[in-house]
């Protein structure tokens, strides 16, 4: 039997929880708060017209491998900070490639739009990535829904820490 497809949407949603400490500044003040934050990334096998249906899933099968080691081995217990902040330098020293900088404060919309934007790098013509959901303990569980179907992130490159680049993209290309 054939299922249509014509007007259906069919995807995976993947699930990965992780621990991680918060650190910003607010009002000259610094901030620490642990929490847990759960992950929810809807995506699809990118449909290709010029290649068979196995391979397609095979494809898609490498796209959520290459997610599910990245979800599982860089960001449990990872530590956030704005790349700005005066206790980035000292904290960098101090616990190496456990941190995640981010180019602002690590708050739930900046997470949300950086991981969206890691996870399309990653899975880059593997996997669609559809939606991003983020929850986190220490901002009461509320659900933060992220997409960007065109791919166009409203994030800085490179320039915006070029003392520390060690490559010619930041993180999150």
Known sequence: MEFPTE????????PHTFAASRIYEEDEVSHIS???ITLKISCSPIDDENI??????????IGFQRLKVWLEGMLDHIILIDVSSELFPP????VGNQIMITPGKPDDSMLA???HSKATAITKDLLEIFTLSLTATDTDNIERLYRCSDKIYPLPGIEYFPELAVHKTPWWT
């Open 7 to 14: 007007n259906h949407d069919s995807f995976i949603i993947i």
């Open 34 to 36: 642990s929490t847990t």
């Open 52 to 61: 068979s249906a196995e391979d397609i899933g095979t494809k898609a099968i």
């Open 91 to 94: 904290l960098q020293a101090a």
């Open 113 to 115: 739009v950086l991981l």
